[in-house]
DNA sequence: CGTTGCATTGAGGGCCTTCAATAAAAGTGG
DNA sequence: CCACTTTTATTGAAGGCCCTCAATGCAACG
């Protein structure tokens, strides 16, 4: 399968080719955007739903004080916004950290999409859930766990949603994050992310290097994270 | 208005007689949870949705070694779980922390009361794009500010919120929250909220006893927390 | 081949934690 | 309504995780 959106939730959902091709015929409007572009800007009037077709993007919001926080990595796959289309403005940005494909896909087209499909819709209504579970996620980390237990469960975390979209292959994966964007998305200064990663290196657990990322050992690194991949409810819907 | 929910939603939407009479009706079948009970347990599989008639709830998270994170506060008004029937199974608990009132309403019934009403379906929509907006709020606060700037920051959001839906004041209002509970929703221990309170009282921000809270200078308390009140979006709808 | 951004290293300090004890408050049963 | 129990709040001391500041090495890119 070539798009990514249809290879997530054909892991939970049994989609027609009907659904299929309204999916992809959906997808048409694609724009290229550079890295470190904005998708969308704070206070932006959200017009388009934007869908992650190639490359990653973050969910972040600049403070005060000039420091950042990064809430949420969308990678190949992933909804930036899939329900704000009826708020007044966007209270947060969503910038491309590698050139990335985007589909602009408009409210209309999207609600023409999901009136006639319910395994479809209940397979997108699946997929905002998990999202939400990722934002708990993501809380829980912060407020309760230490640095070093904090960026592997990162790593933890994108290696199963890469892995639900394709894009794992061997324990391998391209991961295109600065040190600086690993720590505003988990809550530390990139001194302080520097070191927990020479410190996942020593101990085995990884190499990283050039944006590629080598999981050396899956287990123990789920086991320094407490990793529970629960919350990204896999394989549910198929089952019930 | 004596129901919650709709004095929240009216805040944002211009609802119908018949729609407020719809929601009222839903909302039929109340049942009295107890302190500490949980409204729903981590891996039940949910069927009713629930709202928060009275009372005050939380939704955490226990983790392996015994700390336990507090991801939501469920205020009069709230939705538990609105859109979560479709889970297999809940990947958190949600525990009221004093005595509540709880409508159960089926996920039938909800079917029922969107199918018809746009304008309702807009404001819940609305409602749980607010709460999304809230728990990214929650992670930026307690991925970069300190702990002072963070409970002054839990203690603005839950001022606004409570306001919503008319259960202030005059700068007073019930916070019915242990330090123990403030602690686990900002990532700290409750020796150091505890510390924290102290100070917040002592800078005469606050007064804080018996579980009823008195702001004494709102003004000042937001500019300590970098608080915002935009990601609560709020009076945007009747404006569009 | 210089420039720019990113990664790495060191030293010092502060916010917050852990452990532990005590006081106060709230809940419980007689 | 009081004695008792349990929970919650408060305080102190010691220490660690992580921050700040700052310098240096390294790699990508035009």
Redesign the interface.
């Known amino acids: 399968v070539e798009n990514p959106l249809i290879a997530k939730l054909e892991n939970v959902a049994c989609l027609s080719d009907d659904d299929r091709h309204a999916l992809i015929t959906a997808c048409q409007n694609v724009r290229d955007i550079a890295a470190n572009e904005d998708v969308i800007s704070e206070g932006d009037k959200p017009e388009y739903i934007h869908l992650m077709l190639a490359g990653w993007a973050c969910?972040y919001?600049d403070?005060?004080?000039g420091?950042?926080?990064i809430?949420a990595y969308l990678v190949p796959g992933d909804f930036c916004d899939l329900?704000?289309t009826?708020?007044?403005?966007m209270?947060?940005g969503i910038a491309a950290l590698t050139p990335a494909k985007v589909a602009f896909i408009s409210r209309t087209k999207m609600d023409e999409l999901t009136r006639e499909r319910p395994e479809l819709t209940?397979a997108l209504?699946?997929a905002?859930?998990v999202d939400?579970?990722v934002?708990?996620a993501?809380?829980?980390n912060?407020?309760?766990?230490d640095g070093f237990a904090r960026v592997a469960n990162l790593i933890c975390e994108l290696y199963e949603r890469l892995d639900n979209v394709g894009l794992v292959n061997a324990g391998k994966f391209s991961l295109p994050l600065t040190q600086e964007e690993i720590a505003?998305?988990?809550?530390m200064t990139p001194v302080h992310a520097n070191r927990i990663l020479q410190r996942l290196r020593r101990d085995g657990l990884l190499t990283l290097k050039g944006g590629n990322l080598n999981l050396l050992d899956a287990e123990r690194l789920k086991e320094i994270a407490?990793f529970d991949p629960?919350?990204l409810?896999p394989q549910?819907?198929r089952?019930?």
Chains 1, 2 share one sequence.
């Open positions: 969910r919001k403070l005060e004080e420091s950042r926080s809430t329900h704000v009826i708020l007044g403005s209270d947060h209940r209504w699946w905002t859930l939400e579970g934002l708990r993501w809380l829980v912060i407020s309760r766990r505003d998305s988990t809550g407490g629960s919350y409810h549910h819907l089952g019930a």
